[in-house]
């Protein structure tokens, strides 16, 4: 039987799409290899958000092609649909697919239309049906015009064999973004914000459930504008409300959203359903008003910390945690320490801090007073102390209290990982069966996790 195996780079939704390949492929009779060196089929679902995520894609072909040399390499994703030329240059690679057409990569690799041998190796091409191309191998690259695109389209979410070591699978509502940051690729390889109808969320939703899940994350590339995109619009409090009500889903986890979306009412559903994970991701990139006013998001620094303190106020024991970019042209000494006594002010439980990375066509790869490479990493690492001091003191505060937490997988030693409903990081005495939300007992302070002893374990 032939085998596959998937390796993916990046967000949330691209390990969405991951899962949603592996299904492709196994539904087409292949088996999944544990490891690529095991697998006839080595599909690299890449990521195009910085220059060190195309680097990373590249060293993973040379990687696998040393480990694998009879394998072959499909090279699908943002980085795909950005440079596909690029891509199909590398020795190697047998066939790149773009997003937009990511829904069918298994059928444009597998299905023997790659030996038609009638188009023209390395070519980009226009958005075309499947059925009404024939491909060439190696190296042909099929991608089309993402903006053809007006519905999210997406294999369904899976819970099968291939996904049984997992415990939190991702559930992709929403993809693409509408928003122009200056600084981002994303919309012109994902295309315009697209959602998926609400009775197939609840029907994909209640899947997972079948199967046994007991935490699911909703994720998008800009979540908090799941529905805008129908006729009439509807509104992501209306996505939440209906799975709370329609499906069986424990625990319901949101990934990401901007701060625009943070309305009232999503802040008062989060706090009041104990069927909703007490986490908050707000990306926040900068807290200098200028340079957010350059980066071109659409929200000040005051709007930012106000829906903050809604949030803290709304749930004190909450995690909040934001992406900070540092580096970004223009950012003097003076505009970063502005961003970093911003963040520090705030309470922030994690950051994840990224430093800025020029990307091919965007309005920030031609702005002047870019930052030295030496003096951006020297901000980040700024930052990622600080996170470090903000998570150590928000961890301290559950010393002798009592948390609930989903297993995760057991340890090597006599212990289980375990994540909180607040997005703790816990070492559970004990080895216990993954996917159960426990009651654990804090007990003491790691590096980077709790220590917790099993109280009770929840009836299903």
């Not at 999944?32 to 958000?49: F, I, K, S």
């Not at 066509?361 to 990493?377: E, F, L, Y």
């Not at 409903?421 to 302070?445: C, E, F, T």
Request: proline letters at 5%; charged letters at 20%; one cysteine or more.
């Amino acid at each position: 039987m032939s085998s596959f195996y998937v390796e993916n780079f990046g967000c949330r939704a691209t390990q969405s799409d991951g899962a949603a390949i592996e299904q492709q492929f196994s539904n087409r009779g292949l088996a999944r290899a544990d490891t690529p060196a095991a697998a006839e089929w080595v599909v690299l679902n890449t990521c195009a958000v910085t220059a060190a995520a195309e680097q990373d894609a590249r060293a993973a072909i040379r990687r696998i092609r040393r480990g694998n040399p009879g394998c072959k390499i499909v090279i699908t994703g943002c980085y795909a649909q950005r440079a596909p030329e690029e891509i199909a240059a590398l020795a190697g690679v047998f066939c790149v697919v773009g997003n937009s057409h990511k829904h069918q990569v298994a059928d444009i690799a597998v299905s023997g239309i790659l030996n038609a041998r009638e188009c023209t190796p390395g070519a980009a091409q226009g958005f075309v049906p499947l059925e009404s191309v024939a491909l060439s191998a190696p190296a042909f690259t099929l991608v089309g015009d993402i903006f053809a695109h007006t519905e999210l389209l997406a294999a369904p979410v899976f819970a099968g064999d291939s996904m049984a070591e997992k415990t939190r699978p991702n559930l992709k509502v929403q993809d693409g973004c509408d928003n122009r940051c200056s600084f981002c690729v994303i919309p012109s390889v994902r295309g315009q914000s697209r959602s998926m109808k609400l009775d197939r969320v609840i029907a994909e939703a209640n899947a997972l459930v079948a199967a046994g899940y007991r935490e699911v994350v909703l994720s998008g590339i800009n979540l908090g504008r799941w529905g805008r995109d129908f006729q009439p619009q509807q509104r992501f409090t209306e996505l939440l409300r209906a799975l709370l009500e329609h499906s069986g889903i424990a625990k319901l986890r949101i990934s990401s959203v901007e701060p625009m979306d943070w309305s009232d009412e999503l802040i008062a559903l989060v706090a009041g359903s104990p069927r909703i994970a007490r986490h908050a991701h707000v990306p926040l990139q900068s807290g200098s008003d200028r340079i957010l006013r350059r980066m071109h998001r659409r929200y000040r620094p005051w709007h930012y910390a106000e829906k903050i303190r809604k949030i803290h106020e709304a749930m004190p024991h909450a995690a909040i945690g934001a992406d900070v970019m540092v580096g970004f042209p223009g950012e003097t000494e003076e505009l970063f320490e502005e961003s970093r006594s911003f963040v520090e002010h705030l309470p922030f439980t994690y950051l994840h801090v990224f430093t800025y990375s020029s990307r091919p066509g965007t309005p920030s790869a031609a702005m002047p007073d870019q930052v030295p490479v030496h003096i951006a990493r020297e901000r980040n690492r700024i930052l990622r102390d600080l996170a470090v001091e903000k998570n150590l003191a928000f961890r301290r505060g559950f010393l002798g209290r009592t948390l609930d937490a989903i297993t995760l997988q057991t340890g090597n030693s006599d212990s289980t990982e375990a994540l909180s409903d607040n997005y703790l990081k816990i070492s559970i005495a004990g080895r216990h069966k993954p996917n159960v939300w426990m009651s654990v007992q804090i007990q003491g302070v790691g590096d980077g996790s709790l220590m917790a002893a099993a109280k009770a374990v929840p009836s299903p």
